[in-house]
């Protein structure tokens, strides 16, 4: 097995930016450590031949929904966060403003465009991880892709 | 550029240093919650950079580094647990000790030592070393003999060259009978800074 360090070295910044792309930037940092603390606990156990990245980004994807459910009040935070621009003429690094435009996606879309684009699971993987079918789960994926297109690409021209 | 490519770009700096500063803070609450088997940290020597690795039990490896980072990781890995990280505040101690002992100051080492990595005969090999006075030598089959087998030698030799914690268990100080200095894991020039220090 692959010690620790190098797991969190190969998958590090993968699982960041899905957690990016899921929650606030205060809370993807949470989820990012929660994430890992349980992946070093179970590490030992994990089968040998399993999809680590995919298996990270299942846990990921749990405790996200933690955080969703932590913040009850609002349990679809995404509906409430404003269309990101920036107000004081200083616009923020491209990927910011890339990554607020995908936490502004619908809830399946958002979750479909992480963990295909970002963590390059296969549609397969990314329906069983929201319990849908894979064809939604391109579906979503597609769909989001296309809404991105058009508000952050049209944002920035 | 696409959507696609930028979201699947490679990282960038801001993330990268985010996921060093999240994985110093994981190292912290592995430890806390138990989870942390193996802790190590890189430190520069004048025998050239070393990995130090504990368990919670102690010092369990020191490794010249002329061998691969990586290939070290992979055998505590494969031989202690693949729960390790890099996490500086478990090895502070041995850290400061090799610093003493490289700077004259310190003759013996009192952090613990882990032998989890040497059984059988190896591990009463290193069990006597200590035994042999900083500054002084002793001949393999004199080792041999303080670990209860005199006609033993070469097996001294073996378990000198596969010590898991060199400089803090002093194998460096073990010659050959005709005085000569033989071999050593991290390779004879060091023996030779090692011996040259401690005669110093």
């Known amino acids: 097995m692959k010690p620790f360090e190098q797991v969190v070295r190969d998958h590090g910044t993968v699982v960041l930016r899905v ?10 940092d949470d989820a990012w450590s929660e994430t890992f603390l ?69 809830d399946k879309q958002r979750a479909s465009v992480a963990y295909h684009y970002l963590a390059d699971l296969p549609y397969r993987e990314v329906g069983r991880l929201l319990g849908i079918s894979e064809a939604a789960a391109r579906r979503n994926a ?16 | 550029m696409s959507i696609e490519e930028m979201l699947a770009g490679s990282a960038c700096q801001d993330e990268l240093d ?9 190292a912290v609450k592995a430890e806390d919650v138990g989870a942390l088997d193996v802790a190590y940290r890189t430190v520069a020597s004048p025998v050239g950079d070393l990995l130090l690795a504990a368990t919670d039990r102690g010092v369990v490896r ?13 055998g505590l890995s494969d031989q202690l647990s693949p729960r390790i990280l890099r996490a500086p505040r478990r090895l502070d101690w ?6 003493e002992y490289f700077a004259g100051t310190r003759h013996s080492f009192s952090t613990p030592v882990d032998l989890a990595l040497a059984r059988g005969f190896r591990r009463a090999v290193l069990d006597h070393l200590p035994e042999i006075a900083y500054g002084t030598t002793a ?17 001294v030799g073996t378990a000198c060259a596969l010590n898991p914690v060199p400089i803090v268990i002093p194998c460096h100080r073990v010659v050959k009978s005709d005085g000569s200095m033989g071999l050593y894991a991290g390779g004879v020039a060091a023996k030779k800074v090692l011996l040259g220090l401690e005669a110093a």
């Open chain 2, 94 to 99: 041995v850290a400061i000790e090799l610093d």
């Open chain 1, 38 to 106: 349980s992946a070093m606990q179970a590490y030992p156990d994990l089968d040998p031949g399993a999809n680590v990245r995919a298996w990270l980004v299942t846990i990921a994807h749990r405790k996200a929904i933690d955080r969703f459910r932590a913040h009850a009040r609002a349990p679809l935070p995404v509906e409430s966060l404003p269309e990101r621009q920036s107000s004081l003429g200083n616009p923020s690094e491209p990927d910011d403003e890339l990554w607020a435009a995908v936490r502004s996606l619908p």
């Open chain 2, 62 to 74: 020191v490794a010249f580094l002329h061998d691969d980072e990586d290939a070290v990781l992979q």
């Open chain 1, 19 to 28: 957690c990016r792309a899921l929650l606030s930037p205060a809370d993807a």
């Open chain 2, 139 to 155: 001949s393999y089959a004199r080792v041999a003999e303080l670990a209860g087998s005199p006609k033993a030698f070469r097996a």
């Open chain 1, 142 to 157: 597609a769909d989001g892709v296309a809404a991105l297109r058009k508000t952050y690409q049209g944002a920035m021209s």
């Open chain 2, 18 to 26: 985010k996921v060093t500063q999240l994985q110093d803070l994981l």
